[in-house]
């Protein structure tokens, strides 16, 4: 299959050529970005010697529409007004950016300061949550790619929710995340001395991926309830750690809980239930599209402890987005992902 990558030159979008070379059925035909475009990619990206030596260049939907699959990795904002007319070509796009996650058109304009995409796209529009819309990306055209926080989050979210064991709306999400998932950016946060050595809570309690997290648990608990929810900077590179409390409806062991995760994950290549007493670290899953979850009661408090891990540009964005693609074409999900996370 033929695949183009809008947007190649950031951090997802060079990951998204990482893992697409290695898969046995896609071909690379065109990366695109309008900031670098006329540049080689290996300008920006030297260790793809030998592996991608493509030239960026401009968006140019004609020639877009004679691929088989669109990954647009570009920022809020910028795929809303590309993917509807490719879209309306026949072309199957996958979108990591917001755009297209929130149904509510008011919703995003709320929370990302932006004009929405047009509602009846919206509409169109699957959520990508693997192992959660599985059903529906089959069958979609149009994939709205979960966020990293999101993805993280909802998938160690899910066993509980789905099972009703917790009071949804006492969740508080304790999220931290690497450098790497602000982009490639200058931008004074971000730099060394100011990351260094240094945690930083930002975004509290405005963050964007608040209401597409309560979207998801509203869709799954039936309940629109809202959530606590705090991200922070820590400095790494890769990597996603979301911590979870939330009150327990009756009393049950750290066992059975466990049970549970392993019960509805058993089937999960890519989800990974640490054994009691173990928790996930974030150099665990790095480089992989694994997501690891560590639970645990607190009996003292009543309240359900859960932990999960993810490499934000794998699992919470070019990783999830090739399994996606691998949905869609009822190819084995694991094409292209198989491989052991990145150690030390």
């Not at 979609?140 to 909802?154: E, H």
């Not at 998801?216 to 629109?224: F, K, L, R």
């Not at 900077?233 to 049950?252: H, S, W």
Request: charged share 20%; with cysteine.
């Amino acid at each position: 299959m033929k695949v183009g990558i809008v947007g190649a030159n950031g951090y997802s979008g060079v990951e998204l050529i990482r893992l697409l070379q290695q898969h046995p059925y896609v071909t690379i035909e065109k990366i695109v970005s309008h900031s670098t475009h006329g540049k080689n990619i290996l300008e920006l990206y030297p260790h793809l010697y030998g592996v991608n030596e493509m030239i960026l260049e401009k968006w140019n939907l004609d020639e877009l529409s004679n691929l088989d699959f669109v990954f647009f990795a570009t920022p809020s904002g910028v795929s809303k007004d590309i993917i509807p007319p490719l879209l309306d070509k026949g072309v199957t796009c996958i979108d990591l950016s917001g755009d297209f996650r929130l149904k509510n058109a008011g919703d995003y304009e709320t929370w990302y300061k932006k004009t929405s995409a047009p509602a009846e796209y919206l509409q169109k529009a699957t959520y990508g949550l693997s192992e959660v819309y599985r059903d529906k990306i089959k069958q979609a055209k149009l994939i709205a790619n979960p966020g990293c926080f999101p993805t993280a989050t909802l998938l160690g979210l899910l066993p509980a929710l789905k099972k009703q064991i917790i009071h949804a709306n006492t969740i508080h999400v304790d999220a931290k995340t690497g450098v790497s998932g602000a982009g490639r950016n200058a931008n004074l946060t971000n730099l060394f001395t100011e990351i260094n050595e240094n945690i930083r809570a930002y975004k509290v309690g405005e963050h964007q991926h608040i209401p597409e997290i309560e979207q998801v648990i509203s869709d799954i608990s039936g309940e629109q309830v809202p959530i606590t929810f705090i991200t922070h900077l820590i400095p790494i590179n890769r990597g996603i750690m979301c911590t979870m409390y939330a009150d327990l409806v009756e009393q049950v062991t750290t066992e059975e809980v466990h049970q549970i995760y392993k019960d509805m994950y058993k089937d999960e290549m890519f989800i990974r239930i640490r054994p009691i007493g173990e928790w996930p670290t974030t150099k665990e899953v790095m480089g992989s599209n694994f997501c690891d979850i560590g639970v645990m009661v607190n009996r003292r408090t009543n309240k359900l402890i859960i932990i999960s891990v993810i490499d934000n540009l794998v699992k919470g964005a070019a990783g999830q987005a090739m399994q996606n693609m691998n949905i869609i074409n009822g190819w084995e999900e694991h094409i292209g992902l198989n491989n052991s996370p990145l150690y030390p």
